[in-house]
């Protein structure tokens, strides 16, 4: 299972490091992805990284605030939010898959807003 966590309340202008940690699952055999789903949106990719953790992308709306990182030792998977804007506001995901355009497993999601 993963398991995903951090999110809270923060001013606009603020930053928040999420983390996502699994259990009976070893993160580093899988590529990881960071996805948010604001009220009334559909899901939407944010971040992912390699298995390695040596290549990295990013949606364009988050690109240059946001940075993607893993822990292998810690088997878990982090995003730090920089300069967070009022649209960041949504429930974060992460997941897990064999590449960048699937994930077979999901955390249960942790709300994040950022006020205005």
């Known amino acids: 299972q993963l ?8 001013q606009a202008g603020g930053s928040l490091r999420l983390s996502c940690a699994a259990s009976g699952r070893t993160l580093s055999n899988y590529v990881m992805g960071w996805f948010r789903q604001a009220p009334g949106k559909e899901r939407e990719f944010v971040a992912a990284i390699s298995r390695s953790g040596n290549f990295t992308t990013y949606a364009d709306s988050v690109k240059g605030r946001f940075t993607i990182s893993r822990d292998g030792a810690k088997n878990t998977v982090y995003l730090q939010m920089t300069s967070l804007k009022a649209e960041d506001t949504a429930v974060y ?3 897990a898959g064999p590449n960048y355009d699937r994930y077979d497993y999901w955390g249960q999601g942790t709300q994040v807003t950022v006020s205005s």
Do not use: E, M
Not at 3 to 10: F, K, M, N, P, Y
């Open 3 to 10: 398991q995903a966590s951090g999110g809270g309340l923060v």
């Open 93 to 95: 995901y992460c997941g």
